[in-house]
């Protein structure tokens, strides 16, 4: 079975302060990883995924995330945060016997202070 | 237009109720899903249907009955509702059961009192 792990549920941050959001997922084969965003009454978007290939991967609105095999990990990062971050993050886990179904971590709710 | 919509988008009823949510792609894609959202945020699938046929059922009680007329459509119909079932529902689609991102739907917050 797939499962994720976020280890930080509330993070605060000063605009401009940078940005590194743990995910760590547990499968013991290839996988594919997500992170989704929530902005406050809206529903998941997509801000970045990992399926092969350089895992530096560069999303939208100026994130990127970092896939390191040996660690099972998947953060994500954002050198400067604007206070329209503000939203709920979500690491999701697709393992390649799962066909596609998504395995969401808890969530970490981002709060950025202007 | 909206790629995937559901409707309604909130819902207050009284716990032993009969309830539906209903959910519809534009985007042409195979697959759909239902999620539920609980109070905590917490995202964990229900269903899935691929060319609406049931694919994916995560040990949800058997009061809960997706359905899939076709494969632009799936609806969720809930009896006997109960308060642990108030959470948002978010009805998702993706291009094939074995690959795609998946598009979701802005989600219908059901309130059992």
């Known amino acids: 079975a797939q499962s994720v792990s976020q280890h930080n549920h509330h993070v605060i941050l000063s605009e401009a302060a940078s940005l590194e959001l743990g995910c760590n997922y547990s499968?013991?084969?290839?996988?594919?990883l997500f992170w989704y965003v929530q902005y406050p009454g809206q529903h998941l978007q997509l801000l970045l995924k990992?399926?092969?290939?350089?895992?530096l991967v560069k999303g939208i609105k100026g994130f990127e995330a970092e896939f390191i095999k040996s660690k099972f990990s998947f953060n994500l990062r954002k050198p400067s945060v604007q206070w329209s971050d503000t939203a709920e993050y979500f690491c999701?886990?697709?393992?390649?016997?799962?066909?596609?179904?998504?395995?969401f971590g808890g969530g970490t709710r981002l709060m950025v202070k202007p | 237009d909206t790629a995937v919509s559901q409707t309604p988008k909130y819902l207050v009823t009284q716990m032993g109720n009969d309830k539906s949510i209903k959910c519809e792609q534009n985007?042409?894609?195979?697959?759909m899903y239902w999620y539920k959202q609980d109070s905590k945020k917490f995202l964990k699938i229900m269903f899935s249907?691929?060319?609406?046929?049931?694919?994916i059922n995560e040990t949800v009680p058997n009061r809960f009955s997706p359905k899939s007329p076709d494969k632009a459509h799936l609806n969720l119909h809930i009896n006997s509702l109960e308060l642990g079932d108030s959470a948002v529902y978010f009805c998702?689609?993706?291009?094939?059961?074995?690959?795609?991102?998946?598009?979701f739907g802005e989600g219908s917050r059901l309130t059992v009192l």
């Open positions: 249907y691929n060319n609406k046929e049931l694919i």
């Open positions: 985007l042409g894609h195979d697959t």
């Open positions: 990992y399926f092969s290939g350089d895992p």
């Open positions: 499968y013991g084969g290839t996988v594919n």
């Open positions: 999701a886990v697709k393992g390649s016997n799962a066909g596609n179904m998504l395995t």
């Open positions: 998702a689609s993706s291009q094939s059961a074995t690959g795609g991102e998946l598009f």
